[in-house]
């Protein structure tokens, strides 16, 4: 059952992922209005009928402006890269932590029932987890700022359900890939810089031996999962029941190496660029994928698009660029 009535505030709604959202929350009828500041999204890639407030997430008399009226709200904003949180270390807490919590805060007292809140988590916060599938009962051991700050977020989740009656789910996501996401910023997903550079015909160069392992999970399943865990706190909250947190990750529960990746991306772009080996990345993860039960049961979801098919839908957006461009 749809439980989306009014208007939905999307957080980072101008990103990769918030685009993505957008774009089907609109396509099933609803309002939608995003809080963006621009720092790394475009104003252009919103559905035209989704109101923009051009604001910063930290700053709680805008979140409270943007909150009015809102049914719910989706809160994306964050500065995604882990490289560029470890840059500006600061600056970067005070989006990715200070930003939640103001949220949290403006959500609770939004309305005389505190608005529920669906949240961008990360993998990041699990760090070099030694057992494999991850499920969300693994300690976690973040081993960067970013991480560090989605995981403060959490603990202040569970206080925020505990202590203010603001239900917050907070999804873990792993790899997220699709169409949209920026191929030539420093901080760009391996996906997108393969794509990229093999459509060109040039080659690419794996960290390493190629057999580490990542759960990429596609964007369209993100936003599936971003839906159903709203849908699910707003029947909650309508039915009245308490104020729940939980943490939920958003993964495919495959685990694919880089090499088959760079393979399978190759052959999809018809492309005669060469896969080179480099050195191994400083730091760099060996295997990670995630456990996806508690995903299908809470949500009564799947991240079922096969890697194929999103590669696909990744190259052909590529190509229609390209021709729209070139
Ligand atoms: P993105 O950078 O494309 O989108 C983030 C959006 O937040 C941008 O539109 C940016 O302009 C906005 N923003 C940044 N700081 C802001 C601020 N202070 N106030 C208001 N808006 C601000 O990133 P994305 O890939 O779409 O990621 C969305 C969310 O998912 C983030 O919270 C990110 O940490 C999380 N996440 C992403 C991935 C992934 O693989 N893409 C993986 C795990 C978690
Ligand atoms: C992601 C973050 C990273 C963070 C880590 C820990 C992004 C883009 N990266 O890294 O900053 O430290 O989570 O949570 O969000 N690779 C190549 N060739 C390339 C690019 C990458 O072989 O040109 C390899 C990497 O070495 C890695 C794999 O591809 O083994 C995936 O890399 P990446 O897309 O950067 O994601 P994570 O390593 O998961």
Not at 25 to 34: C, D, I, K, S
Request: proline share 3%; hydrophobic share 40%; with cysteine.
């Amino acid at each position: 059952m749809n439980e989306r009535g009014g208007t939905i505030l999307v957080t980072g709604g101008c990103g990769f992922i918030g685009t993505h959202l957008c774009h089907a929350l609109v396509n099933a009828g609803q309002r939608v209005r995003v809080l963006d500041n621009l720092s790394s999204g475009k104003a252009s890639g919103i559905p035209d009928s989704a109101e923009l407030i051009v604001g910063d997430v930290a700053d709680a008399n805008a979140v409270a402006e943007a909150m009015s009226d809102a049914d719910g709200i989706v809160h994306l904003a964050a500065i995604a890269s882990v490289e560029r949180c470890n840059t500006d270390w600061v600056t970067s807490h005070r989006t990715n932590l200070t930003g939640t919590l103001t949220v949290m805060e403006a959500a609770r007292d939004a309305a005389e029932r505190a608005l529920p809140i669906v949240w961008a988590s990360s993998a990041a916060i699990y760090g070099a987890a030694r057992t494999l599938p991850i499920a969300e009962r693994t300690s976690p051991a973040p081993m960067s700022p970013y991480g560090a700050d989605k995981l403060g977020g959490e603990l202040h989740g569970r206080a925020a359900a505990e202590i203010f009656g603001v239900s917050n789910t907070a999804l873990r996501f792993f790899n997220v890939y699709g169409p949209g996401q920026d191929p030539y910023s420093p901080y760009s997903g391996v996906i997108s810089i393969f794509a990229e550079k093999l459509a060109k015909g040039d080659g690419v160069t794996i960290n390493g031996d190629g057999q580490q392992t990542r759960d990429f999970v596609y964007v369209g399943d993100v936003v599936r999962a971003l839906i159903a865990s709203l849908d699910r706190l707003l029947r909650r909250r309508r039915l009245e029941q308490d104020a729940t947190f939980d943490a939920i990750n958003v993964c495919t529960g495959r685990a694919v190496t880089v090499a088959m990746l760079a393979e399978t991306l190759r052959d999809l772009t018809g492309s005669a660029g060469q896969i080179d080996y480099g050195p191994p990345r400083d730091g760099d993860i060996r295997d990670s994928v995630g456990d996806a039960a508690r995903m299908q049961r809470l949500l009564s979801i799947r991240a079922e698009t096969r890697l194929e098919e999103g590669l696909r839908a990744l190259v052909e957006a590529g190509q229609d660029v390209a021709a729209q461009t070139g």
